[in-house]
């Protein structure tokens, strides 16, 4: 540019850039449009609003950067950090209701107007690797480096490199970081536990994806969750989760049976195309590359250095066993007993920061997940977080006791009650006549049903809603009242007497049944149910409601070994004895206790053939036979549940 140019200069550029304005119309006009009126670049004003927001890329060790979103309320010093990691989007995360308030802004997943606001954190989200605004391949769950991950970085790597970029790079915050996440999000504070940052604080898993084989989200003791297959198609098909499964029915029920075994119904929906998938058909059991990426088992071998809070739910439908998993491996560590921590509330998964007043058709008496976030998660992060803060009461164990409704203050899990009392697993027999109680059997006896694959038994009232289809209520069935079930003729249902004094649970009722299949692979599937009065005179609704407070499913096939699959032989009793998930459930007075036996949870679980083949996945239509199964109930070869029952002095056990 010429710095000698005077005012006329100046005068005769203004006047040649107008011209140049002015024809640009003209020649829209001429074209048959107008200009545009949208800026090319739009800087929103943000000076009103109580937090700033900064959209920033960290590099990680290997060059990949990661979309981070840092939320900072206005005037905040010395503020710690809470971050979530997230495959999920952090941007829609964090922006919610277009509000110049941060509170409404945050997911309700952050518990925003009850902990986070009022505690003034920082608060970041960030899209793991792979998803949404960040670099780098996505893999599912990604495995720690190792056998199964050959690079340097993994999911522990990238929680190191985030929290050190965080503490050095806020200049608001007290260098104090903790993690919190639900489901996947609760899977990433278990992965920072490795090898972790000396600025993480505080860890919370809440309903974490630990085993994917053993009873999380992938299979439930060798039978496949191929209700999941929806996600693992819109998670791994493409980075920003555009790409939509596809269904033709309104009833799922048809859909899953229209199709045949599950990896016809992949193929048919391209998952062949996605590496998660493949490596799920390859590995039906419960071989080294699952033991090697289950969370319980690698933390286990661990140093306890980081506070944890692992939250579970009772009624969690898709990672009702990860949390447990986790406590039982590492609470025996934790000698000081100031590290671990566990809560365990009356939901579905995620349940703790949605309404806990209501779930499916209970009601409780207030809020649950309201006293959670205030009277247990928000003190707990406030006391390793929070410069100067008390130091919080939070009891070792929360643990809510349903039936009676109400919360409990444990020192350890199971525990039963605070005072004197015990814990002692009770065989609970199935008996003549369908009748169930604590007397072992006398007589010889069976009862028998006819399985039929072609007919299997629906996991709830049909028609069976497309998971996402419509108003949600997926979440709540593992409360739908189960007589739709006990109406079958391929449903065995025992009951006891009704009960003149209240029977506490606590802990993982087990069960133990004795049963021959005339096929060579059989499911079973167990659940322990409260029955209701016959009237319920304050909501008739549950006269006589069926209210399963544990349930679960095993693949026969893994009755000896859960690494080999192997055929059962037909028309022989043998035992399969398996864990159910824990309760902590008192069944009242006038309430009846009910034992249900059945092979099928459809179209949530894959039908088993009950022929034995290779591979379920690729079960041809020959091969879905049906089957003879008995219970046996007699001496020598009894069929129970062992259920944890508390005994003794249980007054002074709750709050």
């Given at each position: 540019?010429n710095?000698?140019?005077?005012?006329?200069?100046?005068?005769?550029?203004?006047?040649?850039a107008?011209?140049?304005?002015?024809l640009?119309?003209?020649l829209?006009?001429?074209?048959?449009g107008?200009?545009?009126?949208?800026?090319?670049?739009?800087?929103?004003?943000?000076?009103?609003?109580?937090?700033?927001?900064?959209?920033?890329?960290i590099a990680?060790?290997?060059g990949?950067?990661?979309?981070?979103?840092i939320?900072?309320p206005?005037?905040?010093?010395?503020a710690?950090?809470?971050?979530?990691?997230t495959?999920?989007?952090?941007?829609?995360t964090?922006t919610?209701?277009?509000?110049?308030?941060?509170?409404?802004?945050?997911?309700?997943?952050?518990n925003?107007?009850?902990?986070?606001?009022p505690?003034g954190y920082?608060?970041?989200?960030?899209?793991?690797?792979?998803?949404?605004g960040?670099?780098?391949?996505?893999?599912m769950n990604?495995?720690?480096?190792?056998?199964?991950?050959?690079?340097?970085?993994?999911?522990?790597?990238?929680?190191?490199?985030?929290?050190?970029?965080?503490?050095?790079?806020?200049?608001?915050t007290?260098?104090?970081?903790?993690?919190?996440?639900?489901?996947y999000?609760?899977?990433?504070?278990?992965?920072?536990?490795?090898?972790?940052?000396?600025a993480?604080?505080?860890?919370v898993?809440?309903?974490?994806?630990?085993?994917g084989?053993?009873?999380?989200?992938?299979?439930?003791?060798?039978?496949?969750r191929?209700?999941?297959?929806?996600?693992?198609?819109?998670?791994?098909?493409?980075?920003?989760?555009?790409?939509?499964?596809?269904?033709?029915?309104?009833?799922?029920?048809?859909?899953?049976?229209?199709?045949?075994a599950?990896?016809?119904?992949?193929?048919?929906?391209?998952?062949?195309?996605?590496?998660?998938?493949?490596?799920?058909?390859?590995?039906p059991?419960?071989?080294?590359?699952?033991?090697?990426?289950?969370?319980?088992?690698?933390l286990?071998?661990?140093?306890?250095?980081?506070?944890?809070?692992?939250?579970?739910?009772?009624?969690d439908?898709?990672?009702?066993y990860?949390?447990?998993?986790?406590?039982?491996?590492?609470?025996?560590?934790?000698?000081g007993?100031?590290?671990?921590f566990?809560?365990?509330?009356?939901?579905?998964?995620?349940?703790?920061i949605?309404?806990?007043?209501?779930l499916?058709?209970?009601?409780?008496?207030?809020?649950?997940a309201?006293?959670?976030?205030?009277?247990?998660?928000?003190?707990f992060?406030?006391?390793?977080?929070k410069?100067g803060?008390?130091?919080?009461?939070?009891?070792?164990?929360?643990a809510?006791?349903s039936?009676?409704?109400?919360?409990e203050?444990l020192?350890?899990?199971?525990a039963?009650c605070?005072a004197?009392?015990?814990?002692?697993?009770?065989?609970?027999?199935?008996?003549?006549?369908?009748?169930?109680?604590?007397?072992?059997?006398?007589?010889?006896?069976?009862?028998s049903?006819?399985?039929?694959?072609?007919k299997?038994v629906?996991?709830?009232?049909?028609?069976?809603?497309p998971m996402g289809?419509?108003?949600?209520?997926?979440?709540?069935?593992?409360?739908d009242?189960?007589?739709?079930a006990?109406?079958r003729?391929?449903?065995l249902?025992?009951t006891s007497?009704?009960?003149?004094a209240?029977?506490?649970?606590?802990?993982?009722?087990?069960?133990?049944?004795?049963?021959?299949?005339?096929g060579?692979d059989a499911?079973?599937?167990?659940?322990?149910?409260?029955?209701?009065p016959?009237?319920?005179?304050?909501?008739?609704?549950?006269?006589?409601?069926?209210?399963?407070?544990?349930?679960?499913i095993?693949?026969?096939?893994?009755?000896?070994?859960?690494e080999t699959?192997r055929?059962?032989?037909?028309?022989?009793?043998?035992?399969y004895?398996?864990?159910?998930p824990a309760?902590?459930?008192?069944?009242?007075?006038?309430?009846?206790?009910?034992?249900?036996?059945?092979?099928?949870?459809?179209?949530?679980?894959?039908?088993?053939?009950?022929?034995?083949?290779?591979?379920?996945?690729?079960?041809?239509?020959?091969?879905?036979?049906?089957?003879?199964?008995r219970?046996?109930?007699?001496?020598?070869?009894a069929?129970?549940?062992?259920l944890?029952?508390?005994?003794?002095?249980?007054?002074?056990?709750?709050?």
């Amino acid at each position: 540019m010429n710095r000698s140019a005077g005012p006329r200069s100046a005068a005769t550029l203004v006047g040649i850039a107008a011209a140049l304005v002015l024809l640009t119309g003209a020649l829209h006009a001429q074209a048959g449009g107008l200009p545009s009126e949208t800026p090319e670049h739009f800087t929103p004003v943000t000076s009103s609003f109580d937090y700033t927001r900064r959209d920033v890329m960290i590099a990680m060790r290997d060059g990949v950067r990661l979309h981070t979103v840092i939320l900072v309320p206005k005037g905040a010093a010395h503020a710690p950090i809470l971050l979530t990691r997230t495959p999920y989007d952090a941007s829609a995360t964090t922006t919610y209701a277009n509000s110049a308030h941060l509170a409404p802004n945050l997911n309700g997943y952050d518990n925003a107007q009850d902990v986070i606001v009022p505690g003034g954190y920082i608060r970041v989200v960030q899209d793991i690797r792979g998803k949404y605004g960040s670099e780098g391949d996505y893999v599912m769950n990604r495995p720690l480096h190792g056998p199964l991950n050959p690079t340097a970085v993994d999911e522990s790597t990238d929680t190191w490199d985030t929290i050190d970029w965080l503490v050095k790079n806020i200049p608001e915050t007290n260098g104090r970081v903790g993690e919190l996440g639900i489901s996947y999000d609760g899977f990433e504070p278990l992965m920072g536990l490795i090898n972790p940052h000396p600025a993480l604080k505080v860890s919370v898993p809440m309903n974490p994806m630990v085993d994917g084989w053993m009873g999380d989200d992938w299979f439930h003791y060798g039978a496949f969750r191929q209700q999941n297959m929806p996600y693992i198609l819109e998670q791994e098909a493409t980075r920003d989760n555009r790409a939509k499964w596809w269904t033709d029915h309104f009833d799922d029920y048809e859909f899953w049976m229209s199709g045949g075994a599950a990896g016809y119904i992949g193929r048919a929906h391209g998952l062949e195309q996605v590496g998660f998938w493949n490596k799920i058909v390859a590995h039906p059991s419960y071989d080294a590359w699952w033991q090697q990426q289950a969370m319980d088992r690698i933390l286990a071998g661990q140093p306890l250095k980081v506070p944890v809070m692992l939250v579970s739910s009772l009624w969690d439908a898709e990672d009702i066993y990860g949390a447990l998993a986790v406590y039982r491996a590492i609470a025996p560590k934790d000698t000081g007993h100031d590290k671990v921590f566990l809560t365990m509330g009356p939901w579905h998964h995620g349940g703790e920061i949605e309404n806990g007043a209501v779930l499916g058709a209970l009601t409780f008496p207030t809020n649950t997940a309201y006293y959670f976030q205030t009277e247990i998660l928000g003190p707990f992060l406030a006391r390793y977080l929070k410069d100067g803060a008390p130091d919080a009461d939070i009891a070792p164990v929360n643990a809510y006791e349903s039936g009676t409704n109400r919360w409990e203050r444990l020192k350890s899990w199971p525990a039963g009650c605070e005072a004197s009392c015990s814990i002692e697993q009770k065989p609970f027999y199935l008996g003549a006549g369908f009748h169930a109680g604590f007397s072992a059997p006398t007589a010889a006896g069976f009862d028998s049903y006819i399985s039929d694959p072609t007919k299997p038994v629906p996991y709830r009232k049909r028609p069976v809603e497309p998971m996402g289809y419509g108003v949600l209520t997926w979440p709540d069935w593992l409360v739908d009242d189960q007589r739709e079930a006990s109406g079958r003729t391929d449903v065995l249902s025992y009951t006891s007497d009704v009960l003149t004094a209240p029977l506490k649970l606590s802990g993982a009722p087990i069960a133990n049944l004795v049963a021959s299949t005339s096929g060579t692979d059989a499911d079973w599937v167990v659940k322990v149910i409260d029955v209701y009065p016959d009237e319920v005179g304050g909501d008739p609704r549950f006269g006589g409601y069926q209210l399963a407070v544990a349930l679960d499913i095993f693949r026969g096939r893994y009755r000896e070994s859960f690494e080999t699959a192997r055929a059962i032989a037909p028309g022989v009793p043998l035992v399969y004895r398996f864990a159910l998930p824990a309760v902590n459930h008192v069944f009242l007075p006038g309430h009846r206790i009910m034992v249900q036996v059945q092979s099928s949870l459809f179209p949530l679980y894959d039908r088993n053939p009950q022929t034995f083949v290779p591979n379920i996945f690729w079960a041809k239509p020959g091969d879905y036979r049906k089957a003879e199964q008995r219970i046996y109930r007699e001496p020598g070869r009894a069929s129970f549940v062992e259920l944890p029952v508390v005994a003794g002095d249980a007054s002074s056990r709750s709050r």
